[in-house]
């Protein structure tokens, strides 16, 4: 099974903190991607790196890949009260996307 | 474009009886996905189609269930019969493209319940 695991599995932070979460994949992938949940909703597509790609950047986000790992990290940098949902991360290989069981951030405002 | 509508939202049902979850991809995508998410198991792939052709339903649990996608704006997901294990958030998602670096468009999801 390609499917990740996301580290931790809950992270609690104050407001304006930095939050890094970290993700394990088991075989090679074409892309990795970043889902946000909120409570009670569906997946929201945040951000993609490709496997030739080594770090990226959207706004306060950024996210790593180390293919040789087989891991990606993802920070939220000056979290926000806004920022609470579950982050999973997606692997993509030749086959549809397999996700992880996310990791649970709350912001303390 | 609305993004991918489902529904019902909510489903309550009483154990063997025929569920039907309904999907509306968005308008272009080629691809459409059908996702079960537990807390026991998160996010588990059941089927999706390619230009409304099933390619891969080897993650369907059970004969029980089954899936459809008469035309490309419409899929659906039934179960029958219906059992308290089937309890579970069932998501539609739907993309342009497969393996060429595009993300899933996700919809609002529709929670069942098995009583």
């Known amino acids: 099974s390609q499917q990740g695991e996301e580290d931790p599995q809950a992270l609690s932070i104050q407001e304006g903190e930095n939050a890094t979460m970290n993700c394990s994949y088991k075989t090679s992938i074409n892309n990795l991607q970043w889902y946000r949940q909120n409570s009670g909703r569906g997946l929201v597509h945040l951000i993609l790196?490709?496997?030739?790609?080594r770090e990226k950047h959207s706004g306060r986000l950024r996210v790593t890949l180390d293919t040789s790992k087989k891991s990606s990290s993802l920070l939220i940098t000056a979290s926000r009260a806004a920022d609470t949902a579950s982050y999973f991360c997606?692997?993509?290989?030749?086959?549809?996307?397999?996700f992880g069981k996310g990791t649970r951030l709350s912001v303390i405002a | 474009d609305a993004g991918v509508i489902q529904s019902p939202r909510h489903e309550v049902t009483e154990m063997g009886q025929e569920v039907t979850l309904r999907c509306k991809p968005i308008?272009?995508?080629?691809?459409l996905f059908w996702y079960r998410q537990t807390m026991m198991r998160g996010l588990e792939l059941l089927i999706y189609?390619?230009?409304?052709?099933?390619?891969?339903d080897s993650g369907m649990p059970e004969d029980r269930f089954s899936a459809k996608m008469p035309n490309a704006s419409f899929s659906t997901l039934k179960i029958q019969p219906s059992e308290p294990r089937d309890s579970a958030v069932y998501f539609c998602?739907?993309?342009?493209?497969?393996?060429?670096?595009?993300?899933?468009?996700f919809g609002s999801g529709t929670r069942l319940t098995v009583v």
């Open positions: 790196i490709r496997s030739n790609e």
């Open positions: 308008s272009g995508h080629d691809y």
């Open positions: 997606a692997s993509s290989g030749n086959t549809p996307l397999v």
């Open positions: 189609f390619n230009n409304n052709v099933p390619i891969d």
């Open positions: 998602a739907s993309s342009p493209r497969e393996g060429q670096g595009w993300g899933y468009t």
